[in-house]
C-alpha cells in the first residue's frame, strides 16, 4: 500500500542521533517465578515489547512459574501422588490462571480477562504466540520440571532445551535482569 | 515534494504492547529508508513510540493527533 503525504515530513520530531549509552544494554532477561495470571501477564508484555525493541529477549520459567507452560488440555501432572496432588491444586496451562490478590475462586481472573478483552488487551496466550513469533528465548528449568514431575510432553511447544540456572545466569549476563 | 509512504497501520483501539510489537514486525519488511505511518489511540503509544524510535535506531519522523488519533511516521534505517 502507498500513500502520499500532502506535505513535507517535518525531521525535527525525535530524529536526534541514537546515542549508545554505556548502561543501555542489548538483552533482557526474566526470571519468570510465579506462575499467576497477573504477574505472568506482565512478564509476557515486558518480553514481546522487548523482542520488538530488538533486544535478545529469554524468560527462564521455574518453580511456580513454570506451570503456565503446561498445555492447557492436561489436568494432572507428575509421576507420584505427592507431585499428582500438587498439580491438582495448582492446575498448570495458561488459560487455568489464578490471580495473587482478588481471585474469588476464579470470579477474579474472568472479570479481569473480560476487562482486557474490552480494551483489546492481548491475553498471555496471543502473547506467548506472539514470544515465539518473535524469537523470545523460553526456557523451561530442568530442575523444577525434575521436581514437580513435569515431562516435556506436558509442557507447550515452541520452548527451548530445558537448562539449569549456570545456563540462566550466562544469558543474563548484560542484561536488564527482571524476576517476577 | 511528496514523500510517499511504504506501509500503513491501523492499530488503533489497540492497548499497549500490541501497537508497538505490530509496528516493530511491520518494519522488518521495509528497506532502509522507506517510511512507515501509524495510527493509533492508545495515549502511551505517543511516549512509546518515542522510546521505541529512540532505542533502535529508527527516526519518528513526525508525530501528531487530531481527534484523540495519534499518526506516527517512522523512517527505516540505514543498515
Known amino acids: 500500500m502507498s500513500v502520499t503525504l500532502d506535505r513535507p515530513l517535518t525531521e525535527t520530531t525525535t530524529d536526534e542521533p541514537v546515542e549508545k549509552k554505556p548502561e543501555q544494554t542489548d538483552k533482557l532477561i526474566i526470571f519468570a517465578w510465579s506462575g499467576e495470571l497477573d504477574k505472568i501477564w506482565p512478564t509476557l508484555i515486558l518480553a514481546t515489547t522487548g523482542a520488538a525493541m530488538g533486544k535478545e529477549t529469554t524468560i527462564f520459567f521455574t518453580f511456580w512459574g513454570l506451570f503456565p507452560l503446561v498445555k492447557n488440555e492436561i489436568r494432572v501432572t507428575g509421576e507420584n501422588w505427592m507431585q499428582k496432588m500438587l498439580a491438582v491444586m495448582n492446575r498448570g496451562g495458561d488459560e487455568h490462571l489464578k490471580l495473587s490478590k482478588m481471585n474469588f475462586a476464579g470470579a477474579g481472573p474472568a472479570m479481569m480477562k473480560h476487562l482486557a478483552k474490552e480494551h483489546h488487551v492481548a491475553s498471555p496466550d496471543e502473547l506467548l504466540t506472539i514470544a515465539k513469533e518473535l524469537g523470545v528465548h523460553l526456557i523451561p528449568c530442568q530442575m523444577t520440571m525434575d521436581m514437580m514431575g513435569l515431562k516435556r510432553e506436558d509442557l507447550i511447544d515452541g520452548l527451548e532445551e530445558p537448562a539449569g540456572a549456570t545456563k540462566a545466569l550466562a544469558d543474563a549476563q548484560g542484561a536488564i535482569t527482571l524476576f517476577i | ?79
Open chain 2, 1 to 79: 515534494m511528496s514523500i510517499t509512504i511504504a506501509t500503513s497501520l491501523d492499530l488503533k483501539g489497540l492497548s499497549c504492547p500490541l501497537p508497538i510489537i505490530k509496528t516493530a514486525k511491520a518494519m522488518k519488511e521495509l528497506a532502509p529508508g522507506q517510511l512507515l505511518e501509524a495510527f493509533a489511540t492508545d495515549p502511551g503509544s505517543v511516549s512509546d513510540f518515542k522510546a521505541w524510535a529512540k532505542v533502535t535506531g529508527n527516526p519518528l519522523v513526525e508525530a501528531g493527533e487530531d481527534g484523540g488519533v495519534y499518526r506516527f511516521v517512522l523512517r527505516k534505517k540505514e543498515a
